[in-house]
């Protein structure tokens, strides 16, 4: 059983290159994340998604771009990028985030990607 | 909108000693609460959760953290570290989507 599953795990980007970072989840969850995390300031969140073919913004949304085309995909665009976005993103999935609905709502996490941007 | 505030970014206690890791939250709805372990250069553990089943949590590795409405607290404590302990602790609020605190860092001493 994979879990969460991001790729790749290291990028060095030049200023204004784009990427794509791809997370995928084995769990049939419904809602996925993208978080950056950065020294002393937690995990923020950039975009998520409450299930295939929704994306929804989170608190840092601005220089991303995200995609849900399949339930166990989430796909997180930067199409030009900038030094700030220097990172380590996070990807997260969870059968459902919402308070009416089961028990089962704690997030599974991916290992992190590391991306630099020069 | 939701957020926790972790009060704390550094805590440092010696092997044996009691661990308490401070965490409030703001929400406009009854809340679900975890705590989160991180080791480094790894992703996120599930230590604990809040569900509203029970007031008081009992997570893995020793650790509980008890749910207090009245002051919107939710403080993870461990009553013995250990030096596997040390790592970066996150407390997190999730109503429609999963907020982050800022996190703590434990340190331990031998």
């Known amino acids: 059983n994979a879990g969460v599953t991001q790729t790749p795990k290291f990028r060095v980007l030049k200023t204004g290159q784009s990427m794509t970072l791809l997370c995928a989840q084995d769990?049939?969850?419904?809602?996925m994340y993208w978080y950056r995390q950065d020294p002393g300031m937690g995990l923020r969140l950039i975009h998520y998604?409450?299930?295939?073919?929704?994306?929804a913004k989170g608190e840092v949304p601005d220089g991303y771009n995200v995609s849900r085309l399949k339930k166990q995909n989430f796909l997180l665009g930067l199409e030009s990028a900038a030094p700030s976005q220097t990172s380590v993103y996070f990807c997260?999935?969870?059968?459902?985030?919402?308070?009416?609905?089961?028990?089962?709502?704690?997030?599974?996490f991916g290992q992190g990607t590391r991306l630099t941007v020069v | 909108a939701q957020s926790v505030t972790q009060l704390g970014s550094h805590v440092s206690v010696s092997e044996g000693a009691l661990v308490l890791l401070r965490c409030n939250y703001s929400?406009?709805?009854?809340?679900?609460l975890f705590w989160y372990v991180q080791y480094p250069n790894q992703g996120l553990q599930l230590l604990l959760k809040y569900t509203s089943a029970a007031t008081l949590v009992k997570g893995i590795n020793g650790f509980e953290a008890e749910f207090k409405k009245s002051e919107t607290s939710f403080h993870l404590t461990k009553p013995s570290a250990h030096m596997s302990d040390a790592a970066e602790y996150f407390c997190a609020v999730s109503n429609n989507d999963m907020r982050f605190g800022a996190g703590t860092r434990l340190t331990v001493k031998p």
């Open positions: 998604s409450v299930g295939e073919g929704t994306t």
């Open positions: 929400s406009s709805v009854p809340p679900y």
């Open positions: 997260a999935s969870s059968y459902s985030s919402d308070a009416w609905v089961g028990t089962n709502t704690e997030a599974f």
């Open positions: 769990m049939n969850h419904e809602y």
